[in-house]
């Protein structure tokens, strides 16, 4: 996905690209699986997927689970590159959060958080008070801080100045900020109040939740992207295997494919392509899950989020469930996929999802997998190499976007400009 996104901006900018991949399909790890079959095999499930599975080609499964904000970093770029006329999007029905081993939708209006029994009546008034200071804050105006500095202030003490208690701080930190982990209360607060704006007024576009999702899978946006580098000259080949990244005097010369060497002065690539350029910090889980009905108590939602706050089943890092179905032209009708990921913590990660995987029964079947975290060793600058990061844990792709953004700056030496993603009013090609 990284990679698709930067090849599209690249060219868009005037950059020769190429683009190769040893997949015979587009985006690597963001990939959607189609047909079912494939699924099966890749997971190394013996026999062919039952009859009551539909027919195969109906499927597209995402590796990855991931949401966007509709008014996050992604969608701009969409929106930005134009790369939208080629996707269509659906709202999430929902977003919910576990606590004490039940779930309960996410306020998403003001008459829903006064008759959500998430918290009680004066908690309610107090959580109203301190989101009109979050909608009203503004880092620029010290009107709107109420004696907080946004650069010093631990987001701690702002919940201690509106008096909430710990089930709306972890409400509010993991299903509104989406932090996995509770280590940013002791940072600085500006960062948590600006990512709680960005899911209040992803929420204020659509009303059901904060979140969209492509038809046909996840496997579409890399797509969209490689589109657009076509559009603007890029070249692309896939099923390209790379036999060799070529350096000279410590600087990237090349690639080896086949015989063939492509001569390059800047390489972009994704951890698999240069092992012994990254490190692992850690590994996530994911179980791709496939149910015949709706999760219980989410009203029988088509598609929704659950989170599981770490605090309520005594971990480090939050759990979480993406849900999608046959609504999103991703499975056979009547179907939905449900996929579960954390960071894993212990030696037993498929005992760590239990709980999440609970709130799913029954479940037709499983497909578990567990992988490396990888981040490159260094920013590239001297050898010109340049590479992303894997997937976290998170349900969403701002992390991704981050690392797009940093590739960016790394690249280019500049910081990354969305009004330069804009396509030239007259395209080459003379696409309307």
Known sequence: MQECILSGIMSVNGKKVLHMDRNPYYGGESASITPLEDLYKRFKIPGAPPASMGRGRDWNVDLIPKFLMANGQLVKMLLYTEVTRYLDFKVTEGSFVYKGG???????????????????????????????????FDEKDPRTLEGIDPKKTA?????????????????TGHALALYRTDDYLDQPCCETI????????????????????????????????????????????????????IVQNGKVIGVKSEGEIARCKQLICDPS????????????????????????????????????????VNRKSDIYVCMISSAHNVAAQGKYIAI???????????????????????????????????????????SQIFISRTYDATTHFETTCDDIKDIYKRMTGSEFDFEEMKRKKNDIYGED
């Open 273 to 312: 392509y240069v092992k012994d350029r990254v490190e692992k910090v850690g590994q996530v889980i994911r179980v791709i899950c496939i149910l015949s009905h709706p999760i219980k108590n989410t009203n029988d939602a088509n598609s929704c989020q659950i989170i599981i706050p770490q605090n309520q």
């Open 102 to 136: 039940k779930i309960y939708k996410v306020p998403s209006t003001e008459a829903e958080a006064l008759a959500s029994s998430l918290m009680g009546l004066f908690e309610k008034r107090r959580f109203r008070k301190f989101l009109v200071y979050v909608a009203n």
């Open 194 to 245: 600006n990512r709680i704006k960005l899911y209040s007024e992803s929420l204020a576009r659509y009303g059901k939740s904060p979140y969209l999702y492509p038809l046909y899978g996840l496997g579409e946006l890399p797509q969209g992207f490689a589109r657009l580098s076509a559009i603007y000259g890029g070249t692309y080949m896939l099923n390209k295997p790379i036999e060799e990244i």
């Open 340 to 382: 579960v990921s954390t960071t894993v913590e212990t030696k037993e990660p498929e005992k760590e999802i239990r709980p999440a995987l609970e709130l799913l029964e029954p479940i037709e079947q499983k497909f578990v997998s567990i992988s490396d975290l990888l981040v490159p060793k260094d920013l590239g600058t001297e």
């Open 155 to 171: 987001m701690r003490e702002v919940y201690k100045k509106f008096d909430l208690g710990q089930d709306v701080i972890d409400f």
